[in-house]
């Protein structure tokens, strides 16, 4: 029993819920840093030639579960083991502290108001009945009383002292929240040309709604570098209830029916070429090994003699660089120019397609999480409601009537009410 309760006391100490937060914290970093949910191979390839920190190869990352730290055992054990340390601190500080400040403290003793941090004294006429005077001014004032024969207790603000115990309600909300949408939440990236659409099903109720991209446009800096990337999207329906147009930018999701909707990428997925009187439309790839956000094809030229030709872009405005694959010389073709003879095949750019990288993310933490942060901003906010206290006694043997008070916050300010209050009561 003694063992178990020092260990009690060692869990909600607030130094071991620190050291729980700062590991959380160095750990969720290294999360950052460590690509996550990659396959073995990748971690094997990249790490043993280059050990994180020296000694971190791609054994060791995998046997440490570094290549999925937020689902790991060791994260989820530290989770668990703040969520306890909080519950702990509730329990032993939070709730016997607001219990004890709803019980009302008596002061019959004159020598204990001068032990208090506010307090004076005044005469009194003896034939007056001071203490229902004082009762009912306090009560004016806002305070709660509870009345005695000769002495009055009052307190204001006591709501401050259950502010900290909705933080910490609000914590273990949070990272309850977080453990359980490490473990359910769902993500799907998705590349949609205008015109196209995308199903969505949700099989806990078996409904169906179609997203479809109804248009798509990048905004440019005057250097040419993306500033922003919107895609206007058309939600219906299947019974035809739901019919309406939402945008989404990067850093401006949508939220539809449970899911989030990010707009996270770019891409120039097709474009349209007349060869020799023909329309093709090509699909492109993208090409790291010639350069960032590069995408390309390779096919045939020539009336007579074919030869390959690699076709690249890298804007949705163009131009398109026609490169002879024997020594990559090439041509630049604009859309809607005059045709390019290319091996003898006239060849001439239509149009562009550029397409957009949406990700769709089923999280059902996410109302948990809002609600932790709704519980830790409100706790926070009455937090800062300071709870004063006010003691009255009468001794009609010395004709004197006696004020004391105490507050947990903003001393200074209750100061100035103090004063003014005892200033009223002396002048009755």
């Given at each position: 029993?003694?063992?178990?309760?020092?260990?009690?006391?060692?869990?909600?100490?607030?130094?071991?819920?620190?050291?729980?937060?700062?590991?959380?914290?160095?750990?969720?970093?290294?999360?950052?840093?460590?690509?996550?949910?990659?396959?073995?191979?990748?971690?094997?390839?990249?790490?043993?030639?280059?050990?994180?920190?020296?000694?971190?190869?791609?054994?060791?990352?995998?046997?440490?579960?570094?290549?999925?730290?937020?689902?790991?055992?060791?994260?989820?054990?530290?989770?668990?083991?703040?969520?306890?340390?909080?519950?702990?601190?509730?329990?032993?500080?939070?709730?016997?502290?607001?219990?004890?400040?709803?019980?009302?403290?008596?002061?019959?003793?004159?020598?204990?108001?001068?032990?208090?941090?506010?307090?004076?004294?005044?005469?009194?006429?003896?034939?007056?009945?001071?203490?229902?005077?004082?009762?009912?001014?306090?009560?004016?004032?806002?305070?709660?009383?509870?009345?005695?024969?000769?002495?009055?207790?009052?307190?204001?603000?006591?709501?401050?002292?259950?502010?900290?115990?909705?933080?910490?309600?609000?914590?273990?909300?949070?990272?309850?929240?977080?453990?359980?949408?490490?473990?359910?939440?769902?993500?799907?990236?998705?590349?949609?040309?205008?015109?196209?659409?995308?199903?969505?099903?949700?099989?806990?109720?078996?409904?169906?709604?179609?997203?479809?991209?109804?248009?798509?446009?990048?905004?440019?800096?005057?250097?040419?570098?993306?500033?922003?990337?919107?895609?206007?999207?058309?939600?219906?329906?299947?019974?035809?209830?739901?019919?309406?147009?939402?945008?989404?930018?990067?850093?401006?999701?949508?939220?539809?029916?449970?899911?989030?909707?990010?707009?996270?990428?770019?891409?120039?997925?097709?474009?349209?070429?007349?060869?020799?009187?023909?329309?093709?439309?090509?699909?492109?790839?993208?090409?790291?090994?010639?350069?960032?956000?590069?995408?390309?094809?390779?096919?045939?030229?020539?009336?007579?003699?074919?030869?390959?030709?690699?076709?690249?872009?890298?804007n949705e405005n163009g131009p398109l660089k026609i490169s002879n694959t024997e020594n990559f010389s090439g041509n630049n073709l604009y859309i809607n120019d005059k045709p390019l003879e290319v091996n003898s095949s006239k060849v001439s750019l239509k149009k562009i397609i550029p397409s957009s990288g949406l990700i769709i993310k089923n999280d059902p933490s996410i109302p948990f999480i809002y609600f932790s942060f709704i519980l830790i901003i409100f706790g926070t906010i009455i937090s800062l409601i300071p709870t004063n206290q006010l003691w009255i006694l009468v001794n009609n043997e010395s004709q004197?009537?006696?004020?004391?008070?105490?507050?947990?916050?903003?001393?200074?300010?209750?100061?100035?009410?103090?004063?003014?209050?005892?200033?009223?009561?002396?002048?009755?």
């Amino acid at each position: 029993m003694i063992i178990f309760k020092n260990l009690i006391l060692k869990i909600s100490s607030l130094r071991f819920a620190i050291s729980l937060i700062i590991f959380i914290a160095i750990a969720s970093g290294i999360g950052t840093f460590i690509p996550q949910g990659s396959n073995n191979k990748f971690y094997i390839d990249n790490f043993d030639d280059a050990p994180i920190f020296g000694f971190l190869n791609g054994e060791k990352v995998l046997k440490l579960q570094l290549d999925h730290i937020y689902t790991s055992y060791w994260f989820l054990f530290a989770l668990i083991l703040l969520c306890i340390s909080l519950a702990a601190c509730s329990f032993r500080r939070q709730i016997p502290s607001l219990k004890a400040s709803l019980k009302w403290i008596e002061y019959k003793s004159e020598r204990k108001f001068s032990k208090l941090q506010l307090n004076s004294s005044h005469q009194i006429n003896e034939d007056e009945d001071n203490i229902s005077k004082v009762d009912l001014l306090l009560k004016k004032r806002g305070w709660k009383t509870y009345k005695f024969k000769s002495h009055i207790s009052a307190r204001r603000g006591l709501i401050g002292k259950v502010g900290p115990l909705f933080v910490h309600i609000g914590l273990i909300v949070l990272l309850i929240g977080s453990a359980y949408g490490n473990f359910t939440s769902q993500s799907k990236e998705q590349y949609l040309l205008p015109g196209e659409s995308l199903d969505l099903i949700n099989e806990s109720t078996n409904s169906k709604a179609t997203i479809k991209l109804v248009d798509f446009f990048i905004e440019r800096e005057s250097d040419g570098i993306p500033k922003q990337f919107t895609s206007k999207l058309d939600f219906s329906t299947e019974d035809f209830k739901l019919n309406e147009i939402k945008t989404t930018q990067v850093n401006h999701p949508i939220r539809f029916k449970g899911l989030t909707i990010y707009q996270a990428d770019w891409a120039i997925s097709n474009v349209v070429l007349e060869i020799d009187n023909i329309l093709y439309q090509l699909k492109l790839k993208e090409i790291p090994e010639i350069g960032n956000q590069v995408w390309g094809v390779l096919i045939e030229l020539g009336s007579e003699t074919k030869k390959n030709f690699l076709l690249t872009i890298d804007n949705e405005n163009g131009p398109l660089k026609i490169s002879n694959t024997e020594n990559f010389s090439g041509n630049n073709l604009y859309i809607n120019d005059k045709p390019l003879e290319v091996n003898s095949s006239k060849v001439s750019l239509k149009k562009i397609i550029p397409s957009s990288g949406l990700i769709i993310k089923n999280d059902p933490s996410i109302p948990f999480i809002y609600f932790s942060f709704i519980l830790i901003i409100f706790g926070t906010i009455i937090s800062l409601i300071p709870t004063n206290q006010l003691w009255i006694l009468v001794n009609n043997e010395s004709q004197k009537l006696f004020i004391g008070g105490l507050s947990n916050k903003n001393l200074l300010g209750f100061k100035k009410d103090f004063l003014k209050l005892s200033e009223e009561i002396k002048n009755f």
